[in-house]
């Protein structure tokens, strides 16, 4: 149906324009000065978008490509690419709220607390790694109920 199909590729298209958008930011991030490429909100903001870029590349563009074929418009998987995606949406999906969690409390760490630069350097590795260190400890369980 004309309804089934829009749904499928309204996706694709909105999903393109967030893929150039990340990548324009990530573009951005690394073509600037070193100064700002050193700040801790361009470091998660790096992280954020890459983590958006797969999530969108595997979620919204390659969508029903990769669920098995015959089930909807544009199916052309089997059930491993369909795990595939489901799995990465799931992990990417919430790795970018993790980092835009970190961000948000960067910002409030740098408003509320007067946290510096050199505040951050000390703190960078657990606040870049934690967001899908958690997510990841968050999942482990729900492989349990996976069936292969």
Not at 17 to 41: P, Q, Y
Request: overall charge positive.
């Amino acid at each position: 149906s004309s309804r089934e199909k829009a749904l499928v590729i309204i996706p694709k298209i909105t999903g393109l324009l967030s893929v150039f958008c990340s990548i324009a930011i990530i573009r951005d991030l690394l073509k600037g000065s070193r100064d700002k490429l050193e700040l801790m909100t361009s470091k998660i903001l790096i992280a954020m978008n890459i983590c958006d870029f797969i999530l969108t590349s595997f979620a919204h563009i390659m969508g029903t490509w990769f669920v098995p074929k015959g089930i909807a418009f544009w199916s052309a998987g089997n059930e491993i690419t369909c795990d595939i995606q489901g799995w990465s949406r799931l992990i990417f999906g919430y790795y970018t709220y993790g980092y835009n969690v970190a961000l948000a409390i960067v910002y409030l760490l740098q408003v509320r607390h007067s946290w510096t630069e050199e505040d951050f350097r000390k703190w960078s590795p657990y606040i870049l790694c934690s967001p899908p260190l958690f997510v990841t400890l968050l999942l482990i369980p729900l492989l349990r109920y996976y069936n292969y």
